[in-house]
């Protein structure tokens, strides 16, 4: 098994902490946001921040900034992340891109990777993301194991999704390039826990609650923009 820097553990314990804590509402974040000041306001390298050593965006868009999500649909820290990290994502200014990369760590976990790259590729991602994570952890009519294809493709009928369409994207050229993209680039990025997030690829924001994590990603963002941090 490949071993990660301590710092990785100390980061993935972090983020397990702030999963505990209550989501924050769109308006409180926002609020929030708006109270952070200058980029250069005490974000500290470690405390505040990670900085990946040769991290990279997972699509990088002339001026845009990328906030990238590494996470999971069966992972429980993710599902409690996910009304943050939803109210977080719509109150971004325009110059932020978010992107959500679903991570296979574990035999379970993929065939709901493959679902949303499957979902990505039939533009109806933006719609069932936060259902499926109800759908697994609030109603339980997804399965934690052994999902199968057309189970899922059953559940996104519910979305305008044509089984057949569904299931014939299950295995289509698109979709294999789409997950390997995804792996190699969590590789690269050395991604061992979820739900992780990343600035640009280079900075992994982090906090001992949601709200202070998501707030230090805000100022990440700031300070990429800024040029206080490239």
């Given at each position: 098994?490949?071993?990660?820097?301590?710092?990785?553990?100390?980061?993935?314990?972090a983020l397990?902490?702030?999963t505990?804590?209550v989501?924050?509402?769109?308006?409180a974040q926002?609020?929030?946001?708006s109270r952070?000041g200058t980029?250069?306001?005490?974000?500290?390298?470690g405390?505040?921040y990670i900085v990946?050593?040769?991290g990279a965006?997972?699509q990088?868009?002339?001026?845009?900034?990328?906030?990238t999500?590494?996470f999971?649909y069966?992972c429980?820290?993710?599902?409690a992340?996910?009304?943050a990290m939803t109210?977080?994502?719509?109150?971004?200014?325009?110059?932020?891109?978010v992107?959500?990369i679903?991570?296979?760590?574990?035999?379970e976990?993929?065939?709901y990777?493959?679902?949303?790259?499957v979902a990505?590729?039939l533009?109806v991602?933006?719609?069932?993301?936060?259902?499926?994570?109800k759908a697994?952890?609030?109603?339980?009519?997804?399965?934690n194991?052994?999902?199968?294809?057309?189970?899922?493709?059953?559940?996104?009928?519910?979305?305008g999704?044509?089984p057949?369409k569904f299931l014939a994207?299950?295995n289509s050229?698109q979709v294999?390039r789409?997950?390997e993209a995804?792996e190699?680039w969590?590789t690269?990025q050395e991604t061992?826990?979820?739900p992780?997030?990343y600035?640009?690829?280079?900075y992994?924001p982090?906090?001992r609650?949601t709200g202070?994590?998501?707030?230090?990603?805000a100022?990440?963002?700031?300070?990429?923009r800024n040029?206080?941090?490239?």
């Open positions: 098994m490949k071993q990660f820097p301590i710092q990785r553990v100390i980061t993935a314990l397990t902490l702030l505990l804590s989501a924050l509402p769109a308006a926002t609020q929030s946001q952070l980029p250069a306001d005490g974000l500290e390298v405390k505040n990946i050593e040769g965006p997972f990088a868009v002339k001026g845009k900034i990328e906030v999500e590494a999971s069966l429980s820290h993710c599902a992340f996910e009304p109210a977080f994502a719509a109150n971004l200014p325009s110059d932020v891109v992107r959500y679903p991570a296979p760590f574990r035999t976990w993929q065939p990777a493959r679902a949303y790259e990505r590729s533009g991602d933006k719609r069932t993301h936060t259902a499926v994570f697994v952890h609030q109603d339980r009519i997804l399965p194991d052994n999902a199968q294809p057309e189970e899922l493709a059953a559940f996104y009928a519910r979305y999704v044509a057949a994207a299950w050229p294999e789409a997950l995804d190699q969590l690269r061992d826990g979820t992780m997030l600035v640009n690829g280079r992994m982090l906090g609650t202070e994590m998501l707030r230090n990603t100022a990440l963002i700031r300070a990429v040029g206080t941090l490239k």
